[in-house]
């Protein structure tokens, strides 16, 4: 690869196997990036396949081989080799809580991929050592009992001992909370606390809180817990939004759908998205959504929003999607598998349709979290009496999320009113607790993708990080294609299965469908914005069990490389150093990678193996070392 440098002025070009610069007198277009000796999946039913691809003024300028683009080489182009890799649409994550995420990300100890408690918990001692006082170690979603070898949490007596004196609050999907004691202090739990609705703080038989959150059904308590901690200033959550979409880029991410959330206040927690995206430094391409924070005031917030903002404004970067993915609190249903359906307040569905018909007259669409099918009938008949009166959907876009045990007469009715749906992996973190509550019948065809997919439903896909699922969305793809666990349970049969192709468009040209921008990107095309991820490894070859190892080696959105590993380090743009330098991703990045668990893996094998010597050796079941060859441990003697 050759061309211009990483950064800066773009420089002569090179020769690159055969691509010489062409004279360029009044011929065809010169690129500003081309791409060759590539296996590109194009994602577009016209032209499916070809081998290069040049981008000029961020955008596709042509498509073909390398003897085809070769005249748009010129002087100032960048000529990267692929190598042979696979290379496919960027892909694009339709439930993702990314502003969230990036205001907190380096403040977060990411257990995402980690494969042992053991490793888990060393990873947090260290980080113990590193943090200064006053702040709090925060493992915050990505992870399961089920991805450890162990097979299980760890406990309130190891946090302690790995962080006597450091706060420690580690988050579990949406069933519970740990805290270590100088955690409970810090955020004030005593024997006098009182339960708040929907969570229970567990108490020892002295009263005292032990530790132990538990969101019954309402997670509201562990948010609320997590949100005594610390945060940034403005400038380090600006920082930390860089790196955080820096790590989602690493992955092949190129835009994300960011679905708002509890904690999420506009417009304050959009300032550091809104602040990059001015000084054009966004790396991901985001459409976001406004989510009233207050039960009690959603119509006020609505309102509001309705009359100060309107669903488009913004730019094919940074862009207002709607509301959602709560309109009114009382609507929305717990997903924590480990307890019960909750049964949502009787009568909520008269503030509901008010929240609705006011965004239906204002011509705004919306996003709904809805885990139950009993709740999506119960919204459903809402909507339903508001297009009997012409008012819904008002040729606004809408969707409900997540859906897991949407009925086949729920998703006739969605077809029926010209809605969506985004569907999310949370069955790969959360799907044996899902198993034990609900049978295998039931798992089998949580979310009922295929079904969706079937009645011609607009289907895309995402993960819900960072609180629960990973925002690693080779896991995702991992379970759309296997229903597996990340433990490896098996849950859904093949009949509900995707091929790899579908489960890739649903990531790349559905999430664009979502968002009404499948005229520009989801696909690889003449024309459509140059959002593309060069593959470590073929999506569409590697075994199954090893989809969830890809990363890109090489992201480019809009043009630009925003993110370049392996062969190619050192071509992305640069990113100021992680602050503060005691930041947990500073020590131990984020998703851990296959190689790096490998590694790890191998280290502490040898680790044990030593230790295991020494033991014999103590206990005289080895001869004492002696100079020269190692001794053989008896128990491999011939």
Known sequence: ???????????????????????????????????????????????????????????????GDDHDLAPHVGPATRVVDALGRRVVPGLNDSHLHVIRGGLNYVLELRWDGVPSLREALAMLREQAGRTPKGQWIRVVGGWTAEQFAERRMPTVAELNAAAPDTPVFVLHLYQSALMNRAAVRAAGYTRETPDPRGGQIVRGRDGEPTGVLLAAPSALLLYSTLAKAPVLDAADKRASTRHFLRELNRFGLTSAVDAAGGFQNFPDDYAAVVDLAGSGELSLRITYHLFPQTAGQELADLRRWTQTVRPGDGDEWLRLGGAGENLTWAAADFENFSEPRPELTPGYEVEFEQAVRLLAEHGWGFRLHATYDETIRRDLAVFEKLAAEGLFPAGSRWLFDHAETASDDSLDRIAALGGALSVQNRMSFQGTAFLERYGAEAAARTPPVRAMLGRGLTVAAGTDATRVSSYNPWVSLHWLVTGRTVGGTALRPAAHLLDRQTALELYTLGGARLTGEDDTKGMLREGFLADLAVLSADYFTVPEAAIPDIESVLTVVGGRIVHAGAEYAGLDEPLPPVRPDWSPVARFGGYRPAGARQAEAMAEAVAESEEHRRWRAARGALPPAQPGPAAVDPCFAP
């Not at 990483?6 to 062409?22: E, I, K, L, N």
């Not at 011929?27 to 500003?32: H, L, M, Q, S, W």
């Open 1 to 63: 690869m050759t061309g211009a440098p990483a950064t800066g002025t773009p420089g002569p070009s090179m020769p690159v196997a055969g691509v010489v610069p062409a004279a360029h007198h009044g011929g065809p277009a010169t690129a500003d990036l081309l791409l060759r000796n590539a296996r590109i999946h194009t994602g577009d039913p016209a032209r499916p396949a070809a081998t290069a691809l040049a981008v000029r003024d961020g955008r596709i300028l042509a498509l």
